[in-house]
């Protein structure tokens, strides 16, 4: 059955990087694309961007542009999020949502990566 | 940025009745909405696709019907389980866009 399991919480400065990880399995890693979303404490879900593990291109929504990095390891099965500059804006709960086999639509999602940052 | 607007922003109905949920998109998004339901501490799940498709293994009791820019959520003879909040996003063009989201309580 597919899988995506994240990483675990983390506790972050303001102005440090962090790096999430979405461990995939259970389906062909290279046939669909992952999207991430994230979900600040009480809001609705915020997408942030696409990655296509195939080829490794990349679409972010503008706001995020230059403050997160999307990757993918195909050795792995594993997709990365890294998250620059952090500021107190950015505590949220961090989600990869796969995308639906012949559509946008975002299937399965991995249970969510609580960042919290605070000085 | 397609704005999508959901009304209510929290719906009271008793278990047993049916509940209409309303999605709007601020220019025409066709058919290319979903709805997802969250319950508390957990990811949000896939309800309906391309308006009007369930999702695998959603029972019949969830219908989804609009295009262009007005799409609802019609779940009938509501279940205990059902309680939770709603959320639309079209996914038409970057950047893909949720509603705020329509609690849907007991009442």
């Known amino acids: 059955q597919v899988q995506l399991v994240q990483s675990g919480a983390e506790v972050k400065k303001p102005g440090a990087p962090v790096k999430i990880s979405c461990k995939t399995s259970?389906?062909?890693?290279?046939?669909?694309?992952m999207n991430w979303v994230r979900q600040a404490p009480g809001q609705g879900p915020e997408w942030m961007g696409v990655?296509?593990?195939?080829?490794?291109?990349?679409k972010y929504a503008q706001k995020f542009q230059g403050s997160i990095t999307m990757t993918s390891d195909s050795s792995t099965s594993t997709f990365y999020l890294e998250l620059s500059g952090l500021s107190a804006e950015d505590t949220a709960i961090y989600f990869c949502?796969?995308?639906?086999?012949?559509?946008?639509?975002?299937?399965?999602w991995g249970q969510g990566t609580l960042v919290t940052v605070s000085s | 940025e397609i704005v999508m607007t959901q009304s209510p922003a929290t719906l009271s109905v008793s278990p047993g009745e049916s509940a209409t949920l309303s999605c709007r998109a601020s220019q025409s998004i066709n058919t290319n909405v979903a709805w997802y339901q969250q319950k508390p501490g957990q990811a949000p799940s896939l309800i309906i696709y391309g308006a009007s498709s369930r999702a695998s293994g959603i029972p019949a009791r969830f219908s989804g019907s609009g295009s262009g820019t007005e799409f609802s959520l019609t779940i009938s003879s509501l279940q205990s389980e059902d309680f939770a909040v709603y959320y639309c996003?079209?996914?038409?063009?970057?950047?893909?866009?949720f509603g705020q989201g329509t609690k849907l309580e007991i009442k």
């Open positions: 990655i296509d593990p195939s080829g490794g291109r990349t």
């Open positions: 996003l079209q996914v038409i063009t970057w950047p893909y866009t």
């Open positions: 259970g389906y062909t890693f290279t046939r669909h694309y």
């Open positions: 949502a796969r995308r639906k086999d012949g559509s946008n639509y975002f299937d399965y």
